[in-house]
């Protein structure tokens, strides 16, 4: 931050602001009301969700809640830097309060202009010199003495003024730009799940002839199909028991925990290893084709299965994840992956799963129970083509947006650095072009 023009000055932010200026006392009434921001709110957006802001009284809010954040102050946190939760507040809410994680700055405007502050607290410039400052391991934080010395550009506050108008224009239309994208993934997601519980519920083809089920699950399907219990066409095989004592000689095996089984994909960057006897190993041995559910978890996720490609020769499971071992001449294997996946899968399972506070599960029974939609193998190969195909595009497609929100999202930060650096100079011209008047 220290290129800029030369007709610009700058200075320590402690010297051109006022920091953390006020907080509550000790004495605070117990029944005082507050509105009070913590770091989880904020993101490098500004304020996630206004309506999450919590209202407390000061005897039942958390020791950090305790510094006053006033009109046209800008809160960043001191803590995770390189998160740059940082907000401009400029409501004037009263009665409001953050944790003292954030360093709460109000600029002396007769030197620095309070939006200009945010957008420099928001820069690159400012993000890297915060993390080379901070301190600490697991949960770095730059301290009160680096804050205070971060070295704030300072062009004329008309200029200040200028840019921050032009900045405020320009990234309300990034952001404007990449909300739209994001509403374009949304509907891209519920395409695919609407594709996904189509095809496994009725085909391929549109409007089927259907004809009536004894099942209260799938009290229709396509005329052909049956309705059958998974655990009469496969065999649910449930893992090692951790901590459990084995006797004989032991045997050192890679195994799979509910943390490697994430929501569509694997995760084995951490594959822990276990030591049981070789006749242990070989009963939970995972097996290419094997279609893994986990026990608990998420209720949205509860009973996704994934198909195991043999990515690790040898590998053993734990028993909170159920190796559904299809019989292949009725079932396939991809074919009872897209199953689970789909909203008839997962309707089941969050219906038939055991809520505990903030997690779920199911179990063995539940599993076995699960009617699937049963066409003959050679349909289920079909459509399991189809699946592939169609939900191949559609990923193709999310990519372009994921790429064009990471492109526009890159494109504000630059121009925010080059804007409050002076590398990017902003004329009244520039100013009007964004439809702003001075």
Same mark, same amino acid.
């Given at each position: 931050m220290n290129h800029h023009p030369p007709e610009w000055k700058s200075d320590r932010l402690k010297d051109v602001?006022? !920091?953390?200026?006020?907080?509550?006392?000790?004495?605070?009434?117990?029944?005082?009301?507050?509105?009070?921001?913590?770091?989880?709110?904020?993101?490098? *957006? #500004?304020?996630?969700?206004?309506?999450?802001?919590?209202?407390?009284?000061?005897?039942?809010?958390?020791?950090?809640?305790?510094?006053? @954040?006033?009109?046209?102050?800008?809160?960043?946190?001191?803590?995770?830097?390189?998160?740059?939760?940082?907000?401009?507040?400029n409501n004037g809410r009263k009665d409001f309060i953050c944790s003292t994680g954030f360093n709460v700055v109000q600029p002396a405007e007769h030197k620095?202009?309070?939006?200009?502050?945010? /957008?420099?607290? !928001?820069?690159?410039?400012?993000?890297? /010199?915060?993390?080379?400052?901070?301190?600490?391991?697991g949960y770095p934080a730059v301290d009160h003495k680096d804050f205070d010395s971060f070295a704030v550009p300072l062009p004329p506050l008309p200029q200040q003024q200028r840019i921050t108008a032009y900045l405020d224009a320009s990234c309300a239309a990034i952001d404007a730009a990449v909300a739209a994208k994001r509403r374009q993934l949304e509907t891209l997601d519920a395409l695919r799940k609407a594709t996904m519980s189509r095809v496994v519920t009725r085909g391929a083809a549109s409007n089927p002839p259907l004809?009536?089920?004894?099942?209260?699950?799938?009290?229709?399907?396509?005329?052909?199909?049956?309705?059958?219990?998974?655990?009469?066409?496969s065999e649910i095989q449930t893992g090692i028991t951790l901590g459990k004592e084995y006797e004989g000689p032991l045997i050192e095996r890679p195994y799979l925990r509910v943390a490697n089984v994430q929501d569509g994909y694997l995760d084995l960057e951490d594959v822990s290893t276990i030591e049981v006897p070789a006749k242990v190993a070989a009963r939970v041995e995972l097996r290419a084709g094997d279609v893994?559910?986990?026990?608990?978890?998420?209720?949205?996720?509860?009973?996704?299965? /994934?198909?195991?490609?043999?990515? !690790? $020769?040898?590998?053993?499971?734990?028993?909170?994840?159920?190796?559904?071992?299809?019989?292949? *001449?009725?079932?396939?294997?991809?074919?009872?992956?897209?199953?689970? %996946?789909?909203?008839?899968g997962r309707d089941y399972f969050e %219906?038939? #799963?055991?809520?505990?506070?903030?997690?779920?599960?199911?179990?063995?029974?539940?599993?076995?129970?699960?009617?699937?939609?049963?066409?003959?193998?050679?349909?289920?190969?079909?459509?399991? $083509?189809?699946?592939?195909?169609?939900?191949?595009?559609?990923? #193709?497609?999310? *990519?372009?947006? $994921?790429?064009?929100? %990471?492109?526009?999202?890159?494109?504000?930060?630059?121009? !925010?650095?080059?804007? @409050?650096?002076?590398?990017?100079?902003?004329?009244v011209a520039d100013v009007k072009s964004k439809g702003v008047h001075e």
């Open positions: 602001s006022v !920091i953390n200026a006020d907080s509550l006392p000790a004495d605070t009434d117990p029944d005082y009301e507050f509105d009070y921001l913590e770091i989880s709110n904020v993101d490098y *957006h #500004g304020i996630v969700d206004p309506q999450a802001i919590e209202r407390l009284r000061y005897e039942d809010a958390p020791s950090r809640a305790r510094r006053r @954040v006033a009109k046209n102050c800008t809160v960043i946190s001191s803590v995770r830097p390189n998160l740059q939760a940082v907000a401009f507040v620095l202009s309070p939006k200009f502050a945010y /957008y420099a607290l !928001i820069s690159e410039g400012a993000r890297q /010199y915060f993390e080379a400052t901070a301190k600490g391991v004809q009536e089920t004894e099942n209260g699950w799938m009290p229709q399907v396509p005329q052909g199909w049956n309705v059958v219990c998974l655990k009469r066409i893994l559910m986990t026990e608990g978890g998420d209720l949205d996720k509860l009973g996704r299965g /994934y198909l195991w490609d043999a990515q !690790i $020769e040898g590998c053993l499971h734990q028993n909170h994840i159920f190796a559904v071992r299809c019989f292949r *001449h009725k079932l396939l294997p991809k074919f009872l992956t897209y199953v689970t %996946a789909a909203q008839y %219906a038939t #799963g055991k809520r505990t506070t903030n997690l779920a599960c199911t179990n063995a029974t539940k599993v076995g129970e699960f009617p699937i939609p049963l066409p003959v193998v050679a349909e289920q190969e079909r459509l399991v $083509e189809f699946l592939d195909s169609r939900l191949a595009q559609l990923q #193709g497609t999310q *990519h372009v947006l $994921e790429t064009q929100i %990471a492109t526009l999202t890159a494109y504000r930060k630059s121009l !925010i650095h080059e804007c @409050v650096t002076g590398q990017r100079r902003i004329t």
